[in-house]
């Protein structure tokens, strides 16, 4: 089953939105950066961007970070896990750092966006936007900057479409939700060694 939670022009006003947030709360733009994490945190990244120099002439240097080797589920990713381009052509030292990103989940990936971060210096603060919470998370991560608040069931599964990348813009949610029992059983047997 798959129904769509925002079009088109949904995705475009909540972008918009977020680049004023970011603008409100940044105070200097001239030592913003905006770090989109791979593979759709980086055209959001970039779109943030254009919104706040449509909104206040200043264009924010904006990057694109892959976290693979940061992450803590390689092993089971296994010959899944792919390596991207990572492209910082700037450093962070005492910049203001909004790391993008499609859909907030676990914290497991802004987690190994933090531990990449280090390498290219030691920013002033580090921020997170999103495009949509889903809940549910793992680590005690919270964005600073949410799209939007979308508590899917267990057995759903939140898919941002960018047009960069796929073709058109949505978010979509997809799969057919499991009973609480059932996914009580689940999460017990995945613990089990």
Not at 10 to 37: K, P, Y
Not at 41 to 62: D, N, Q, W, Y
Not at 140 to 162: I, K, M, S, T
Request: with cysteine; proline share 5%.
């Amino acid at each position: 089953m798959e129904r769509e939670e925002l079009a088109a022009e949904q995705v475009g006003r909540t972008l918009r939105r977020l680049a004023h947030e970011i603008i409100e709360q940044a105070g200097d733009l001239s030592a913003l950066v905006l770090i989109g994490l791979r593979s759709r945190g980086a055209p959001m990244a970039e779109r943030l961007a254009a919104h706040i120099e449509a909104l206040e002439g200043v264009r924010p240097p904006v990057g694109a970070l892959d976290i693979t080797l940061y992450r803590d589920d390689l092993d089971r990713e296994g010959a899944r896990a792919k390596l991207q381009r990572t492209d910082l052509p700037f450093s962070c030292q005492d910049r203001g750092v909004v790391l993008v990103d499609d859909v907030l989940y676990t914290g497991r990936t802004v987690r190994a966006a933090l531990a990449a971060l280090v390498n290219f210096g030691r920013p002033r603060w580090v921020r997170l936007a999103v495009l949509v919470d889903r809940g549910e998370r793992e680590l005690p991560v919270r964005a600073d900057f949410v799209g939007r608040n979308l508590p899917v069931r267990p057995g759903e599964e939140v898919q941002v479409l960018l047009a960069e990348v796929d073709g058109r813009d949505a978010v979509l949610v997809r799969g057919e939700p499991v009973s609480e029992e059932n996914a009580r059983a689940h999460a017990s047997r995945e613990k089990q060694p």
